[in-house]
């Protein structure tokens, strides 16, 4: 039973080293932010949009558009 664990545990470790090797941009990871504010709209692509409480589900290249009058621009 437990060599079976054994097997297992390497052959998910040998799975993910050779996905790192194969392909490494599948090693980055975005970091988003634990916050969110509370946002009037967002535009991107020149088309205003319901608004995202940060630019990690906003996307890249949108500004999103604060009520107390201030933006953030993502990138």
Same mark, same amino acid.
Not at 37 to 47: H, L, N, Q
């Given at each position: 039973?437990?060599?079976?664990?054994?097997?297992?545990?390497?052959?998910?470790?040998?799975? @993910?080293?050779?996905?790192? &090797?194969?392909?490494?941009?599948?090693?980055?990871? *975005?970091? $988003?932010?634990? !916050?969110?504010?509370?946002?009037?709209?967002?535009?991107?692509? @020149?088309?205003?949009?319901? &608004?995202?409480?940060?630019?990690?589900?906003?996307? *890249?290249? $949108?500004?999103? !558009?604060?009520?107390?009058?201030?933006?953030?621009?993502?990138?």
């Amino acid at each position: 039973m437990a060599a079976n664990r054994v097997g297992v545990l390497f052959l998910l470790l040998v799975c @993910g080293v050779f996905l790192l &090797a194969v392909k490494p941009e599948h090693a980055t990871a *975005k970091i $988003c932010p634990q !916050y969110c504010r509370v946002a009037e709209y967002m535009i991107c692509g @020149g088309k205003k949009q319901p &608004a995202a409480c940060n630019c990690c589900f906003a996307g *890249k290249g $949108c500004t999103i !558009y604060y009520g107390d009058g201030t933006k953030s621009v993502c990138s």
